[in-house]
């Protein structure tokens, strides 16, 4: 179902300028409509990026010329983005999709420039598989391993920031032995702590159907939920430093 405009939607807030809710949903009683500008089809890649997120934060966050750098390119959601929108990026995957994005692990990536904006979205552990590479995230075997190379990767990250620049890290939840565990928020956590990033903000953004999101599993993951006592991930947290 296509997203309506904001006109047919009483609760949206049709506000000219950059956007500042904190609460993204779709399609009904938000206060951020979420947009598809790319018309990217979001069911063609597990764990898309969805290109709204890219879009306001390079919008809100850079000017036309300004570097923006992405450290999991995937499949090249940030680098069609930033272009379109007059903006330089450069974009590294361990497991690229896109002929723009850079095939190298983020711990032997070196910037030349320093970019105005980070934006980071990891895999969410090993609830998909991306890859066998050497150094995947999503190959990880357990929390620890997965939270200790995540950390790796983004103190390096943190490390070629531009002074005076923002880091958006999209990160969530995750089911581990019928335990929520928030990943986004023990990460975001560990960045104030110890690697002493200032939090400007957290977003909350439905997930929406991405690939995967059929009748069939969503039933299964209803009924996981209702016999477990759980509650379904509907839901990312988008961290601004």
């Not at 959601?77 to 690229?96: F, M, Q």
């Not at 335990?179 to 903000?201: F, N, P, Y």
């Not at 299964?220 to 601004?240: N, T």
Request: hydrophobic fraction near 40%; aromatic fraction near 10%.
């Amino acid at each position: 179902m296509a997203t309506p405009c904001l006109k047919e939607m009483p609760d949206a807030v049709a506000t000219e300028g950059p956007v500042t809710s904190s609460l993204w949903l779709s399609p009904n009683g938000s206060r951020h409509v979420i947009q598809n500008h790319l018309n990217l089809d979001r069911g063609a890649f597990h764990g898309i990026f969805v290109d709204d997120i890219p879009w306001v934060m390079i919008e809100r966050y850079t000017k036309p010329g300004d570097l923006v750098y992405d450290c999991f390119g995937g499949s090249g959601t940030t680098w069609e983005v930033a272009t379109k929108l007059g903006r330089r990026c450069v974009s590294n995957d361990i497991n690229p999709k896109h002929p723009k994005v850079i095939k190298c692990d983020t711990l032997k990536f070196c910037l030349s420039e320093q970019p105005q904006l980070i934006l980071a979205h990891p895999p969410y552990h090993n609830i998909i598989k991306f890859s066998n590479e050497e150094g995947e995230l999503s190959a990880c075997k357990s929390l620890e391993e997965y939270m200790c190379k995540l950390r790796a990767i983004l103190m390096r990250v943190v490390g070629f920031l531009k002074g005076g620049g923002t880091f958006v890290l999209v990160l969530g939840e995750i089911y581990i032995g019928g335990q929520e565990i928030s990943l986004g928020h023990r990460t975001a956590m560990w960045l104030q702590d110890s690697v002493g990033l200032k939090l400007k903000g957290v977003i909350v953004k439905n997930q929406g159907e991405g690939k995967g999101g059929h009748k069939k599993q969503t039933n299964l993951w209803k009924w996981r939920m209702q016999k477990h006592g759980l509650w379904s991930l509907a839901w990312d947290s988008i961290f601004v430093f």
